[in-house]
């Protein structure tokens, strides 16, 4: 469960990031797959970090608290918006 709602919230992170700024924009498909897959990254991070109830892994609730699902949702969010930042500036770099 907190692995799809990392997805999600990094699917949503990465087309908010590309609608924010213009230049790292690259289209709702590459958005949306940046950010599915720096969604990923984001909420494996938050564990691997030392923050487990930050990545939805608090006791028997397996992350169905509303702490964990917010940690999951914004680590999802950021993790999207950061790995669509770094292909929009390869991109824009491969591009000149």
Do not use: C
């Amino acid at each position: 469960m907190e692995l799809i709602i990392s997805l999600i919230a990094g699917a949503v992170g990465g087309n908010a990031a590309g609608a924010a700024v213009k230049s790292l924009n690259q289209g709702t498909l590459i958005n949306s797959v940046a950010g599915i897959v720096g969604g990923g990254l984001g909420g494996t991070l938050l564990s691997a970090l030392g923050s487990p109830e930050l990545a939805g892994a608090v006791g028997e609730a397996g992350g169905l608290d509303i702490g964990s699902i917010v940690g999951q949702l914004a680590g999802g969010g950021v993790g999207g918006g950061v790995l669509l930042a770094v292909v929009g500036v390869v991109r824009n770099m491969m591009a000149k």
